[in-house]
């Protein structure tokens, strides 16, 4: 009988950004966007949850070996995000709002070719303690 699991590696990043639409005047960007709207950025110690699903590989007894998962986010999300101004240091968010939402889909994005297809991959994103996406929402 195959047996799954979920597997959860818990990583930490720091970065600043700006929310903004440029198509948007400074009023309706100040008044959607708030505080977050700030021309000089703001900042997050963002929390970053990758889980796996799967099932367990007979022959190792793992799901897939943690320190794997833990080199792929430093390689493909950590060395990317930490300690950067999103807007622009980081290519995507040069064109895309770095909302938490829009994060964490993007982190998907990087993670998903370097996992196999028959493991499940769900990123949690908390930007504070009480806020935080999870991508891809589950109903």
């Known amino acids: 009988m195959k047996k799954q699991v979920a597997v959860f590696r818990k990583e930490h990043f720091n970065a600043a950004h700006r929310l903004h639409n440029a198509q948007w ?8 966007f708030g505080k ?3 021309a000089y950025f703001h900042g997050h110690n963002y929390e970053l949850i990758v889980q796996l699903k799967g099932e367990i590989d007979p022959d190792t007894g793992y799901l897939m070996d943690m320190k794997v998962l833990s ?10 995000l930490d300690h950067k101004n999103l807007n ?6 040069k064109t895309l709002n770095p909302t938490a939402e829009n994060i964490a889909v993007v982190i998907y994005e ?3 070719p370097h996992i196999s ?8 994103l908390y930007e504070t303690e009480r806020n935080f996406v999870e991508y891809p ?3």
Do not use: G, M, T, Y
Request: proline share 0%.
């Open 25 to 32: 005047d400074e009023k309706k960007n100040a008044e959607v």
């Open 36 to 38: 977050c709207n700030n």
């Open 71 to 80: 080199d792929l986010i430093k390689k493909h999300v950590l060395d990317h």
């Open 88 to 93: 622009l240091e980081v290519e995507v968010f």
């Open 110 to 112: 990087w993670l998903r």
């Open 117 to 124: 297809s028959q493991i499940d991959l769900k990123i949690k």
């Open 137 to 139: 929402a589950e109903w």
